[in-house]
Each structure stands twice: as C-alpha cells, then as structure tokens.
C-alpha cells in the first residue's frame, strides 16, 4: 500500500505525494492535486548534487567534528540565524527554539509577499486564505500578476469553463488564452484598480447593499477614487477606456475572484496596490459571498498555536548587516544571491567571523562559509506541511533512509546537549503539536483558520470588524500621497531609455534552488539579437547576461527570472513602505552591448 506524504517545497499547491516501491507520484485524490507532480519535484531535485560531507575551513570532517564546531561557533557574543524558504515545512523552525536560549537573533520581514499581505491586513484585518471550492465555484476568474502555469498549475483545473481576465506586463501562458487580457505597464496596478472602482461607481453598479453592512465608508472611498484624472492616468499606464470597459464587462454582476500575485507588489508601496485592489473587491461586493473573493498568499500559520514561538530579538531579513554579528547560521538559504543588491550582502557576509551554511545544495553562501552542514531532504524526516494557498494541512512521513546530512530537529536537539540546556521535546511531540489543532472536512484536515466563505460575518481576527478601504488621509496610510493623482501630464518629459525590471519565478526552480539561468528576456524591438551578450546596469550593480528574444515582453521591460545567477546585482536593499518586504522591482536597468 502506497505512504502519503508532502511536498516541503515552497509553492501555492502543497501537494500530496503517494510512495511506493520506491516511486513516488502525485495523490489524484487530494484537493489540491490532480495526481501529477512538477519538474521541479520529479525531475530538477534529483538532478542537483547534494552537498554530501560536512566542512570546517573547506576540509571535509566528520558530522560529529563539523557539529562540534558549530556548538564551539554559537559561543561567541552575537549570533543569527537567517533562513531561507526552500523548504517550507513547519519543523524548519524548530531551530528558533535554540537562539531563544542563546540569546541570538532571528529576522523579521519577508523576501516574497509580506507588502502584500500587509495590505491586505490593512482592509481586512487578517489574510484569510481564500478556499479551493469559492475559486471552483467563480464566474469570472481575475489573474493579476500571478503567472499560474509557473508557481500554482494545480489550479489550473478549477479555472475550466470560466471567463478569464489576465492582468500582467507579460503576456504568460495563460494570458494567451484569456478572454481580456491587459498588458499592463509595471507599477501601475494601484492605478488600474483604482480606475476600476471609480468607473463602477460612475456607472452605478457597486454593491450598495453589501458596502453599507460591511463597508460604510465607501461614500470617502469614492471621493478618494475621484481625486484621480482619468484622462492622464489612462495616458500614464498607457491604457484606454475600451480596456476598461471591457474587463468591467465582466465584472458586473458575476460571481468573479481575483487571484492576485506577488509581482504586483515587489515595490515599495506594495502594500498599497493589494489594499486597492481588495477596494476594488469590496466595491463590488465580493467578500463573504460564495465563488466570490480575493485570494493572494494566505497567511497559512492562522488559527494555530505555534510551539516555536519566541521572544527573539529580530533583525530586517531584506537589508540585514551580517556583519554586525560574529556568529551567522544560514538555514536552508542563499542570501549572497537571493537577497536584493548582491555587492552589498556579499561584502556583509564576508565580514562574518564564524558564517555556517545549514542546506542541501552547493551555492554562493555555502562556497563562502567556514562550516557547512548537510541537511536532509523532505523525503527523508518527519514534518508537517500548511499552504499559503489551500485550507489543506498534510503529515510529511518520511519515506526515504539516508546517510547523508542531519534534520533540523536533529540538529537543534545536539546543540541543546552541546550546551546543557533543558527544555525541548521531542520530535513526536511538535508533530503532534500541529497536528492536533487541525480540524477535519470531509476526510481532510484543513487549518483551524478554515472558513468556507472567509469574512461573510464580517473583518478583523473575531469577524466583527467593517472593510477599510485605501483612502489618503487614512493615518496609518500617510504614505498614499506618494502615488501622484497625475492631474496632468508633462509635455516635455524626456524619454526615459531605461527599463522596469521584472523578476518572476522559474519553472525549472525555487528560487536559486536547482537550476540556474543566465538569461535577460528582452523585446526584439530593443533591437538585441537572440543569445547575444549584454551588460544589464542599475545604480546599484552590473552583470553579464545572455539575450533571449521575446514578444511576449513590452518594449519598456527586461525579465530576468529569479533563479538567474546575477539578477540581484541589478535589485536594490530597500523595504517595503509597509510589511518590511524586498522590493526587487523597484528598479530600472540599461542594457548595453559588450
């Protein structure tokens, strides 16, 4: 009989994996799934060489050795631990319970979606993950920078037979089979929503009924949206106003959700974007309704009683100052080239006297560190595994025995002995900790968070709050007047020959795990040739890269994926106005022959 287990890596799906006689596949029978697995599991993790020996100083020692120099590392005055998100199982955090007791650092803030979600929290009071079978129930179904066959494909089922509107800068697989699709000009998806809401009250079809229950300040909402020229913000985000009338086609009087991704807010004012387009949604009346809502990355730990909870002093995970601490363990991360302005964070890391590289994988931070510990796959120890896009929880068993490389908890619980402390269970006893504060649907378990219509009693963490909507003179939104009303465009602006930066994810990776690439995607009409060399420049570094000609790009916009080695050269080490993210797009770049 087939083992179940889980996919740890870090995407929207989760899926469920069956394994027997030595194979694993995809469970057809989960929710999440429909019994097929990605490249990246299937094919790409088997194919990267895993770090196999443990090194001090570049010399390959014994576990035993290599852990006893980490213990001899931990006792110098400052410590930190920076982890990664390959590997986005719950036991990962297990280590947090032995800074707490060294008295090290931890990070705060978030190199993914926390702009994002700090918008959200800003109008709903708490990211609330929107389930499967509202999304299987829609109407019409919103794509708005989330490139769906890339990083959650196992959705692509409960989008059949659906009207399709696409939302993005780049015209993605399933962009082409959109019944609207707006290619839409990078950083402008605040604009865009806002327009939206504004033409719908214009028009009179907001959803009075639901706002003045749950949204009653909608009357300033209004006034806000108004305060923007349509005229010269249609000219700045270079739309016109059939576009919009053509998605509005479809937005009214549907049951429509809006699956929104990260690329919307991989800039400063992030935060902002997701807190107008979830205005946009509640203008509509799309909260609390069946096959209705917004759905982004939920906040997967909600409801649950996390037993690695600490008081650990934290540090900012985008900019953080290696150097400050004498003492760094990288956990199942590559900051030297997945954090933005890679001149910056390798001079940093280079400054630390006892860096300790915890992972699976050679890469730019483990070729830097004074210890390397190999670490042990998913397969191959117990875990649990939530999703930041379904309700599902699954058990992660172990399915595979191996020689290589020590689990987290392993690993915390030889340290805790290194240095006498009391005080951790065991690894039993923190599965079960998750576990048992799961509920049960239908032979499932799901989050305790779950709710089949999230917000339909109302907002806030005990569902008695009203909607806030994004509004300028709102106080913890002081901020909002940067975004210009563009009450009139300049007739002598000069020509800006630089290009947004986009920097989606690969589907041949998880960030700069497994395979890399060399590439920047570029439209022929720039004028550079197919497999080309060219130096892509922003102010804050350069690097050499090889062209790829698409017409699936605007003309002002360069794609590099966020596998590619030497992409974050190019990005800048600044945090999000709101939610202490990364803002790896908030940058223009120059590509020049070489």
Known sequence: MAEKTACGLDCYDACRILHEEGRIRGDADHPAGNGALCAVLNRYMDETERITKPRVEGKEVSME??????????????????????????????????????????????????????????????????????????????????NLTVTNSHLMPYLEGKKLIVIDPVRTEIAKKADVFLQVAPRTDYYIAIMLARFIFMEDSEDKEWMEEFA????????YTREHRIKAILNYIDLDLGDFGRVLNYLRDRKVVFLVGTGVQKYSTGSYTLHAIDSLAAVLGLFGREGCGVS???ESMLGFVNPFETTCKRVSKVDTEFGDFDTVLVQGGNPAASMP??????????????????????????????????????FEKEDVRLSYGHQYVSPMKKIKDSAIGISEYDFTQYLFGAFGFSGLESEEYYINAWLSQCEELNGELVSPAYEALPYSEGFGEEGDEEFAFIEEFNDDFVNIKRFTKYRKESQNKPKDETLWLLSPKSKKSINTQFVRDNRVELNPVLGFKEGEKVKVSSEHGEYIFEVQCSEYLRGDTALITNNTIGVNYLTPSIISDEGESACYQEVKVRVERV
Request: aromatic content about 8%; glycine content about 12%; some cysteine.
């Open 65 to 146: 050795e290599a852990l006893a120099a980490v213990a001899e590392a931990f006792k110098a005055e400052k410590s930190l631990l920076w982890r990664g998100s390959g590997n986005v199982g719950v036991m990962q955090e297990v280590t947090d319970l032995f800074m707490e007791q060294i008295g090290g650092c931890l990070t705060k803030g978030s190199l993914c979606d926390g702009a994002g979600a700090a918008g959200i929290a800003e109008g709903r009071g708490v990211n609330r993950t929107l389930p499967l079978e509202q999304i299987e129930k829609s109407e019409v179904v919103v794509v708005w920078g989330r």
């Open 216 to 223: 009653p300040d909608f009357e300033e909402f209004y006034d």
């Open 296 to 298: 982004y990355l939920g």
């Open 341 to 378: 302005d890679s001149n910056r964070v390798i001079e940093s890391l280079e400054g630390v006297e006892n860096l300790i590289y915890f992972g699976l994988h050679e890469n730019e931070t483990s070729r830097m560190a004074k210890i390397v510990i190999p670490a042990r796959t998913f």
